[in-house]
């Protein structure tokens, strides 16, 4: 085993501190240490994105990063996008145009939408499509998570 | 899909991880963006005893223009080459290669230092740094050398980068006066990765092809400039009957891979045909007017 290091991360506006071992990636760091399970672990090769999170404002997947290369960063969770009872319009937006039927892709799909909004909040369809190429969805077949992003660009832009 | 233990260090200066690499030898390894590197660690094809990360390091990230030349660092993300106004104007080969890169979440971590210095047979980037001529900086405790992108890749996975080596910066010509550029690639449908990928920068003069460049990713076990297409093209008047002759020399002396996703013979013809429309589409982005050949 190698010597423990401290991390300090800042998890949906919340400071954490742990000792980890370096090896620990951080989606186990998110699940298994903190306890935040809305981060999904599909392939864990970094191909499926469902433990997409939101790393310094940028959507990574968590299974291709070490806690340790997230000491001093700031992280954003799916537990983290409603605000008290209200959900996210991304959040919303699936929820209206149905855009999941198990949900396991879920989380990942609305922070990599969550990360195309930030870059483009009025994105065209293509530009959606191209946005989540690195989730796969198998329930859906992707046009009513399209259809979902749209409507929380719709909805972000009033 | 963890990886066998390993020590961690941030070095905040390059001195200090030239240092660590240098006591460490082969049992460390640079850690970048790391999506090179994990994934090979979580399926412990590398079992590194130590990584020495260089994000806490200040300077090695980051795009500005010096005179003619384009100067990327290393650890600067494909998402940020991709993204580079600067580059779009000056070198717009590079964000058209970054672009296609794996998908947003990998564009974000993954650098073009750390993707270079893995050198997978199949990086996109690497067939752009053959066309261009780019420069690598190289910094070791021996000091600073500069190496040619042509003498950089070496063999599968192998570099000339030395054990205590670090790959700093990239520089890469303003491309001035009537250039067209183009990359494509055929990705295989899970990884993204390309079974063949080729990139093109010319500069005509009239209907002239006046210089070009040609990178080959995916097609053997290292990347390679295409010289011979490139000889065939130079100073010559382009109409696609050449081009299709020129293409068909990408594969000579070349020995194609094969595997589960694309047998040799396919890999050559797609790298035959993908240097013809990669020309093509320079030619075209420069201006050059070209009758359409039959079939392509």
């Given at each position: 085993?190698?010597p ?7 998890i ?9 071992e ?10 298994d ?9 599909g ?5 499926c994105?469902?433990?997409?999170v ?12 070490l806690?340790?290369q ?6 954003l ?6 605000q008290?009872?209200?959900?996210h ?11 999941l039927?198990?949900?396991y ?6 922070l ?8 483009r909040p009025?994105?065209t369809e293509?530009?959606?499509r ?8 198998r329930?859906?077949?992707y046009?009513h998570?399209v ?12 | 899909m963890?990886?066998a233990?390993?020590?961690h ?13 240098t006591?460490?030898?082969e ?19 590398a079992?590194?005893?130590?990584l ?6 200040p ?7 010096e ?9 600067t ?9 600067l ?5 717009p080969?590079?964000?058209q ?7 947003v ?6 650098t073009?230092g ?22 690598l900086r ?11 992108a ?15 080596e670090i ?12 250039c067209g ?17 080729v ?13 070009i460049g040609?990178?080959?990713?995916g097609?053997g076990?290292k990347?390679?400039?295409?010289v ?9 008047r ?5 081009i299709?002759?020129?293409?068909a020399?990408?594969t000579l002396?070349?020995?194609p891979?094969?595997?589960?996703h694309?047998?040799a013979?396919f ?5 035959r ?9 320079a030619a075209r982005?420069?201006?050059?007017s070209?009758?359409k050949a039959?079939?392509?």
């Amino acid at each position: 085993m190698g010597p423990k290091k401290r991390v300090s991360i800042r998890i949906n506006g919340v400071n954490y501190l742990h000792e980890v071992e370096p090896r620990l990636l951080l989606i186990h760091y998110l699940r298994d240490v903190v306890g935040l399970t809305g981060s999904h672990i599909g392939c864990e090769t970094s191909v499926c994105g469902a433990c997409t999170v939101m790393l310094d404002g940028a959507a990574v997947k968590s299974c291709t990063v070490l806690a340790v290369q997230a000491d001093g960063a700031e992280v954003l969770t799916i537990e983290g996008l409603a605000q008290g009872e209200d959900l996210h319009p991304l959040q919303e937006g699936f929820w209206e145009c149905h855009g999941l039927q198990c949900g396991y892709c879920t989380p990942g799909m609305i922070l990599s939408a969550y990360q195309l909004l930030l870059r483009r909040p009025d994105p065209t369809e293509e530009e959606i499509r191209r946005a989540v190429d690195g989730n796969l969805c198998r329930c859906t077949g992707y046009q009513h998570i399209v259809d979902a992003v749209q409507y929380a660009a719709r909805k972000m832009k009033k | 899909m963890i990886p066998a233990p390993f020590d961690h260090i941030t070095p905040v200066t390059l001195d200090e991880a030239i240092r660590a690499l240098t006591s460490h030898g082969e049992e460390a390894k640079l850690l970048a963006g790391g999506h090179s590197l994990l994934p090979l660690m979580k399926l412990r094809l590398a079992s590194p005893k130590l990584l020495i990360d260089l994000s806490k390091i200040p300077g090695l990230a980051g795009i500005r223009q010096e005179g003619d030349k384009m100067t990327v660092g290393a650890l600067t993300t494909h998402y940020q080459i991709e993204s580079s106004e600067l580059l779009k104007e000056k070198c717009p080969l590079l964000p058209q290669t970054a672009r296609v890169i794996g998908d947003v979440q990998v564009r974000n971590r993954g650098t073009i230092g750390g993707s270079l210095a893995h050198a997978d047979p199949a990086a996109d980037l690497a067939a752009a740094m053959l066309a261009l001529g780019a420069e690598l900086r190289v910094r070791g405790a021996q000091g600073e050398r500069w190496l040619k992108a042509e003498e950089f890749f070496l063999d599968l996975m192998t570099t000339a980068l030395s054990p205590s080596e670090i790959l700093t910066e990239i520089r890469v010509p303003v491309l001035s006066g009537r250039c067209g550029t183009a990359y494509l690639k055929l990705p295989q449908k899970a990884s993204g990765f390309a079974l063949v990928g080729v990139a093109v920068w010319l500069r005509a003069d009239g209907g002239l092809c006046a210089d070009i460049g040609v990178g080959v990713t995916g097609l053997g076990a290292k990347p390679f400039r295409a010289v011979r297409v490139e000889r065939h093209l130079r100073r010559k008047r382009l109409e696609p009957a050449l081009i299709e002759t020129a293409s068909a020399e990408v594969t000579l002396r070349i020995e194609p891979l094969g595997d589960i996703h694309a047998s040799a013979e396919f890999r050559a013809h797609l790298a035959r045909l993908y240097t013809y429309r990669a020309i093509v589409e320079a030619a075209r982005t420069a201006g050059i007017s070209l009758t359409k050949a039959k079939g392509k």
